[in-house]
């Protein structure tokens, strides 16, 4: 999504109301964050609106600290920024070390890098739906290096073995994690 330099467009302060909806938004979608909402998005602190070009909306906290960001209507994603700060936070997958190279030019992520020995899924019980946001780990190393959207569950991805498993987000150096705000 992101594999230019981006330059930001207007900033602008957030109303409390929306930031109110922003946090309940987060909670509802990652619920693991709740113990550590304070921290991330504090009540007393405001949240500024940044826009982007190709309408993505970045949410950041005052004076340079990208939380969020949006594509249009589409869910919130967590910055690598963040990722980076709460990863027990989130769901995670992690690819073999083929898909490293493809994942970090900023290519969807394909089933095999997942399915393949090297790659791990969570287990059937805590299986991931359809339109869940995750973070991707590399084998062998220890940051997240990318966040997305599922293209499809994880049981499904496990039963077909082959097709787009995660698709869009931001992945370490693209044009967002590049991105100075200050």
């Not at 207007?10 to 619920?31: F, N, T």
């Amino acid at each position: 999504m992101f594999k230019k330099d981006i330059s930001p467009g207007p900033r602008s302060k957030l109303k409390s109301s929306a930031q109110r909806a922003i946090r309940a938004k987060v909670l509802e979608r990652y619920p693991l964050l709740a113990p550590h909402i304070e921290e991330v998005m504090p009540k007393k602190g405001g949240l500024d609106v940044v826009k982007l070009p190709d309408r993505v909306t970045l949410y950041v906290l005052p004076p340079a600290t990208p939380l969020w960001f949006q594509h249009m209507d589409d869910p919130l994603l967590p910055t690598l920024h963040l990722a980076h700060r709460f990863p027990q936070c989130f769901d995670r997958v992690r690819v073999d070390r083929g898909a490293i190279r493809f994942v970090l030019s900023g290519a969807s992520l394909m089933v095999p890098g997942l399915t393949s020995p090297g790659g791990r899924l969570p287990p059937a019980e805590q299986a991931l739906a359809k339109g869940g946001v995750v973070l991707i780990e590399a084998e062998g190393k220890d940051e997240v290096c990318a966040v997305g959207v599922l293209g499809m569950g994880t049981d499904e991805m496990k039963q077909v073995g082959k097709g787009v498993a995660v698709e869009g987000g931001a992945v370490i150096g693209d044009g967002l994690w590049r991105l100075r705000l200050d």
